[in-house]
């Protein structure tokens, strides 16, 4: 199986569905025509505002296991990590939000797109906690992790982004999520 199969394979996790729709019961009420919902979406500038976000978050941490590998820098490392905790709401939110337009298909990918990206949140928390205490061979583990994580969470967001699965198309007056 390649990779593009394995990842086409989520679109077919209708395991998710119950789930995915309680979650969407919630939130497309809640941001559909609404400002907020136009903010996290990134009306007021004519494109989604969630990749420059997850940029921010996945380059910090992505820095901090570089500066992990060349030792000696436990101090940037850890605030780097930080960072990517801090810049982590802003992405979850405005995700969540593009999420909410989606069909069922992407839903599903969504959802598990999260859940890889929410692994990594914890693994990278655990990490800044343990360097709390002191800077070591697990504290760089759960980063290392971390980062293993979040990649697999945004190599599914690549093909949420760009996979060759049908979308609906958008409502007059706002932007596709996807090309």
Do not use: C
């Not at 060349?70 to 810049?87: E, F, T």
């Not at 969540?96 to 990278?124: E, Y």
């Amino acid at each position: 199986m390649t990779t593009k199969q394995a990842l086409d394979s989520l679109e077919s996790a209708s395991f998710l569905d119950g789930a995915s729709n309680a979650i969407n019961s919630v939130l497309k009420p809640a941001l559909d025509d609404t400002a907020v919902g136009a903010g996290l979406r990134g009306r007021w500038i004519g494109h989604p505002i969630h990749p420059a976000l997850v940029n921010v978050t996945i380059g910090s941490w992505t820095s901090a296991v570089v500066l992990d590998l060349l030792n000696h820098q436990s101090r940037a490392s850890k605030l780097v990590i930080s960072l990517g905790l801090v810049s982590a709401p802003a992405a979850i939110a405005t995700g969540w939000a593009d999420w909410s337009t989606m069909n069922t298909r992407q839903r599903r990918v969504g959802m598990i797109h999260a859940a890889s990206n929410a692994t990594g949140v914890f693994l990278f928390l655990g990490s800044y906690l343990r360097r709390r205490k002191q800077t070591d061979g697990i504290a760089k583990a759960l980063a290392a992790a971390g980062l293993a994580t979040a990649s697999v969470g945004g190599l599914i967001g690549g093909h949420l982004a760009y996979s060759s699965t049908e979308q609906e198309p958008a409502p007059a007056g706002k932007h596709s999520i996807r090309r």
